[in-house]
């Protein structure tokens, strides 16, 4: 992983920590503290579903990108692999077609 995301990672960790850590010393009651840390953690939950769908879709549009363009180079090189054989093909023919 990058330091980046390594970074961002601790942060989200250490967020999540500090406010589960608020809830938990609260002045509220056991049921209103677990109602507040079910809620809280469902919606973390869903906004991280979320998250790696669009990393997904994003880095499967990456790659489905970037395969297109290896494909392209790919046919590029072979038409001109072609042609330079096809050229070779013709000067060998015109030297041995001399009388």
């Known amino acids: 992983m990058s330091r980046n995301t390594n970074t961002l990672m601790a942060f989200v960790l250490g967020a ?26 469902g919606r973390g939950l869903r ?8 990393a997904a879709s994003s880095l499967e549009e990456d ?10 180079a790919v046919h590029q090189r072979v038409n001109a692999a072609g042609e330079a054989v096809a050229a070779a093909r013709g000067a060998y023919r015109r030297e041995m077609d001399k009388p």
Not at 47 to 54: E, K, L, M, N
């Open 63 to 72: 790659a489905r990108e970037k395969g297109q363009a290896v494909s392209d």
């Open 16 to 41: 999540a920590v500090g406010g589960i850590t608020a809830l938990l010393l609260a002045p509220d009651k056991g049921e209103v503290t677990r109602r507040r840390l079910r809620d809280g953690s």
């Open 47 to 54: 906004r991280g579903r979320d998250a790696v769908s669009h």
